[in-house]
C-alpha cells in the first residue's frame, strides 16, 4: 500500500537526525544490490539494449506515481534493477573500458559526502571541505611536479574537463604573453578527443594532428611541426596512457622538443598518472614533471567512484585565469578578511568536495598500498597476453604499456572481431572493447580489478575461443 509522505516524516540525509534516518535506508540498498547482482550472473545483463529497456520499465514505471510508495519500497525496486542491469566492472570478465571498480572506503566516504552535500562555491557552504581539498591537492601535485615552485592542482570531473582547462589556461597564459595570433594546438593522432573538442569549444584553431603508426608521438615529427609554427603561442599535447593501447608518448624527449621551440607542453596522464604510485613502474613517467599541466585520472586507475579528475600545475600562480567574481560568493571584504577564495578552482560553480574519497582513499592505503593495487593489474595484464601468445587460435597486438591487452582470433577479419564483441554483449557473458591500430580492428581487454586471478583471464579467453567460428 503506497504511504503518503507527510510533514511529519523525518526524511533529511543531514543534521542530528541524519544518520539515524539513513542507517535503515542503507540496509535496504545493500540488499537491494545484492537481489540485483544475483539476477544478473554475468558482467552485464544478456539480451541487449531492447531487452534490457524493457526490464527497466517494468521495474520502474511509472516514474512518477501520483502517491509515493515510501522510501524502503523506492530502494528496493530502482536499486535491485539499476544493479540487475549494470554492466560490473568488479566482474573480472567486465574490461572494455577505463571504467575501475571503486574500493569499498572510496564509495563509502562518497555516502557521507551525499549525506553532508557541501559546496565548494563558497567557504561557508563547505568550511572543512574546503581546506581538506587545498591540502589533497597540493600534496597530488606534489607527487607529478616535485620540484615545482607551489605544485597545486584542481579537482574535476575527469580527463575531457581536465584537458579543456589545460588549453584554457595555455590560451590565457598566451594572451598575458602578449600574443597577436590564436593559440595553436599540436597533439598525435593517438591524443584523446577531447583535446579537439576542447580546441572548438573554446573558439581556437584545429589542432595540428600528427600521424602515430607506431602509436606514440614521434618527437621527430613534432619538432618539424613546431618548427613549422615559429612565431605562434603553442600548446603541445602529449598522452600518458592511451585511450586504446595504454601507450605512453616518449616524454622527455618531447619535454626537450619542446625546450628547444619555447613550447608549452601539456601531459594527458588520465589513465597513466598513477603509475607515480607504483616504486616499479613510476619510471615509465620520467618527464612527466617538466609539462606546464598534467591530466590525473583517479577513476581509472585509481579505484574512485567517478567523478576524481585533477588537473596539476607546478605552480598555482599558472591558475591565475580562472579567477572569477560573484559578490554573493567571494565578495572582496570576505577575500580581505581571509575568507578562501573558491570560485577560481574550477569553471563549474556548484561543486561536490569530491576530494573526501581520495583523502579517505590515500589515508587508508597510503602510496605504498596504491602502488601494490597498480602493480597487481599491470602483472595480470603481462599473464594476459602471455595467455594469449600461447595460444594458436588467438593473435596479440603488443606487450601492454600499462594494463591494456588488445587481442582477436587469429586471421579474423575486422567485421568478424566486431560480430564477437558484440555476441558477448549480448550474451552478457564478457565486456570486452573495441580498437581500431594500423593492424585493423582489436578486441580491448582493459585489465582495472586488482583481484583477477589467472583462472579469469582463462575464462575470458575460453569464451572469445567458444565464440569464435
Known amino acids: 500500500m503506497p504511504v503518503p509522505v507527510t510533514g511529519t516524516d523525518r526524511l533529511l540525509a543531514g543534521g542530528s537526525d541524519g544518520p539515524g534516518a539513513l542507517r535503515p535506508m542503507v540496509d535496504t540498498v545493500l540488499d537491494a544490490l545484492a537481489a540485483g547482482v544475483a539476477e544478473r550472473p554475468g558482467p552485464l545483463p544478456a539480451g541487449g539494449p531492447v531487452v534490457v529497456a524493457l526490464r527497466v520499465r517494468d521495474a520502474v514505471e511509472p516514474v512518477i506515481p501520483a502517491v509515493g510508495e515510501g522510501a524502503h519500497g523506492a530502494l528496493r525496486a530502482l536499486v535491485r534493477a539499476l544493479a540487475a542491469g549494470a554492466a560490473d566492472p568488479a566482474d573480472p570478465r567486465c574490461a572494455a573500458h577505463l571504467h575501475c571498480p571503486p574500493l569499498a572506503v572510496a564509495a563509502a566516504a562518497d555516502l557521507a559526502v551525499s549525506a553532508l552535500n557541501p559546496s565548494l562555491d563558497s ?33 574535476t570531473t575527469g580527463g575531457t574537463e581536465s584537458n ?11 594572451r598575458v604573453a602578449g600574443a597577436t595570433t590564436p593559440l595553436r594546438i599540436v597533439c598525435g593522432a593517438n591524443a584523446h578527443h577531447s583535446v579537439h573538442r576542447a580546441a572548438w569549444l573554446l573558439g581556437l584553431p584545429a589542432p595540428l594532428t600528427l600521424p602515430t603508426p607506431a602509436g606514440v608521438l614521434d618527437p621527430a615529427c613534432l619538432d618539424d611541426a613546431l618548427g613549422a609554427l615559429a612565431g605562434h603561442p603553442v600548446l603541445a599535447v602529449a598522452t600518458a ?9 616518449p616524454l622527455p624527449r618531447i619535454a626537450d622538443v619542446c625546450d628547444r621551440h619555447a613550447a608549452a607542453l601539456h601531459i594527458d596522464a588520465a589513465y597513466g598518472g598513477p603509475l607515480l604510485f607504483s616504486d616499479a613502474l613510476r619510471d ?6 617538466r609539462a606546464r599541466s598534467v591530466t590525473l585520472d583517479l577513476h581509472k586507475l585509481g579505484w574512485q567512484p567517478v567523478a576524481a579528475g585533477l588537473l596539476a600545475v607546478p605552480d598555482a600562480a ?38 573526501l574519497k581520495v583523502a579517505v582513499t590515500l589515508r587508508a592505503l597510503g602510496r605504498h598500498g596504491l602502488g601494490e593495487l597498480i602493480d597487481r593489474v599491470c602483472a595480470a595484464a603481462r599473464h594476459l597476453a602471455d595467455l594469449i601468445e600461447a595460444s594458436p587460435r588467438l593473435e596479440l597486438h603488443a606487450r601492454p604499456t600499462i594494463s591494456t591487452v588488445l587481442f582477436r582470433p587469429a586471421g579474423a ?7 564477437l564483441r558484440r555476441r558477448l554483449l549480448y550474451d552478457g557473458t564478457a565486456v570486452l572493447g573495441r580498437a581500431i591500430t594500423p593492424e585493423g ?6 585489465l582495472l580489478n586488482p583481484y583477477t586471478q589467472p583462472s579469469d583471464l582463462r575464462g575470458l579467453l575460453a ?7
Open 318 to 355: 599558472a591558475l591565475a585565469p580562472l579567477a572569477h567574481r560573484a559578490d554573493y560568493l567571494n565578495a572582496d571584504d570576505d577575500t580581505d578578511a581571509g575568507f578562501p577564495d573558491l570560485l577560481g578552482r574550477s569553471h563549474r560553480t556548484t561543486r561536490r568536495p569530491d576530494i
Open 463 to 469: 569464451l572469445v575461443e567458444g565464440n569464435t567460428p
Open 241 to 249: 596512457g592511451t585511450t586504446d593501447t595504454g601507450a605512453i608518448d
Open 123 to 155: 567557504w561557508d557552504q563547505a568550511p572543512a571541505a574546503c581546506e581538506l581539498e587545498a591540502l589533497t591537492c597540493r600534496a597530488l601535485a606534489r607527487l607529478v611536479h616535485p620540484h615545482g615552485p607551489a605544485p597545486d592542482a584542481l579537482v
Open 164 to 174: 579543456q582547462l589545460a588549453l584554457v589556461l595555455a590560451r590565457e597564459a598566451a
Open 284 to 289: 615509465r613517467l620520467d618527464g612527466l614533471d
Open 413 to 419: 577479419r575486422p567485421s568478424a572481431v566486431a560480430a
Open 441 to 446: 580492428l582489436w578486441l580491448k581487454a582493459t
